[in-house]
């Protein structure tokens, strides 16, 4: 079967998706988190009620997700920056794309227990 | 021999160019070139000052975010110990006063130049585009804002 495009439906535009909806799924978390923090102005109380949301199984869920986008953009803007900075970017950009991939699957597994594990603990019992 | 015409100065990327001597490849106007009827307000370089600014900020945001998820997710128990102590513990320094300062506002301006980018390129109403980015530039601002403040304004002895 054809590859098609040299672009369209290959590595290139992929990595381009996924970094647009990391990306904005991070920004729209940074303006909550901003605000959370924000309650440390208004009583210590009001700050540790709603960081003990962040604290529940399910919410560490999301917060491995949150990890998740975090590095696959922040790898994947190394990559970019490669790409428009070293004369041999645009080469190796599909090289490079499964470099990120590795690295970032290597790290998830290391996040594993440190971000999920109070949470298996809570939900199965320690 | 073979009398196929001549390909073209740009090298094919699959097969043979439909385009030669007889047959010449359209012309494509560059989409935004600048003309002499071009407006004043818009003969500057911000988008390249905005590109430029994506990439050097977002080096310094992987230093600074992969720091802070290592020290608030990884490092000493994870998320458990997080609480206004650690909070106070964490501000009493200068040094942490500033990581996340420079943290807050080079990720809120790389998050909305990336979401300017995404609204141009989505919303196609002039009128929804021009809303949109307002509302984008509001909730920026004072994100910025309330977040210097509160780094600013902390006060571990609150009660």
Do not use: C
Not at chain 1, 15 to 42: E, K, M, P, Q, Y
């Amino acid at each position: 079967m054809p590859a098609g495009t040299l672009y369209r439906g290959r590595e290139g535009m992929w990595s381009w998706v996924a970094h647009r909806v990391t990306g904005v799924l991070i920004f729209f978390f940074l303006f909550v988190h901003v605000l959370d923090t924000a309650l440390v102005r208004v009583s210590p109380e009001a700050y540790d009620d709603v960081v003990a949301t962040y604290k529940t199984p399910l919410v560490a869920l999301l917060e491995y997700g949150l990890v998740a986008a975090i590095l696959f953009h922040a790898l994947n803007g190394l990559r970019i920056v490669a790409v428009d900075f070293w004369s041999k970017g645009a080469r190796y950009q599909k090289q490079m794309l499964w470099t990120v991939l590795g690295i970032w699957i290597v790290l998830m597994v290391g996040a594993l227990y440190p971000v999920l594990g109070h949470a298996v603990r809570e939900v199965f019992g320690s | 021999m073979s009398t196929e015409t001549p390909t073209s100065a740009i090298g094919d990327v699959e097969g043979v160019s439909p385009y030669g001597v007889d047959n010449p490849a359209p012309v494509i106007e560059p989409p935004r070139q600048r003309t002499g009827k071009t407006p004043k307000g818009s003969r500057t370089n911000f988008e390249m000052y905005a590109w430029l600014f994506m990439r050097l900020s977002g080096i310094v945001l992987v230093v600074l975010v992969i720091g802070h998820l290592l020290i608030q997710l990884v490092l000493d128990g994870g998320v458990s110990k997080i609480g206004f102590a650690f909070v106070a513990g964490r501000w009493a320094s200068p040094f942490w006063q500033v990581w996340d300062l420079a943290m807050l506002w080079l990720a809120m301006l790389h998050g909305a130049n990336g979401l300017r980018t995404v609204i141009n390129d989505y919303a196609e109403r002039d009128n929804t585009r021009f809303w949109l980015k307002m509302l984008l530039y509001t909730a920026t601002v004072f994100t910025v804002l309330l977040g210097t403040l509160v780094i600013f304004t902390f006060d571990p002895n609150i009660r």
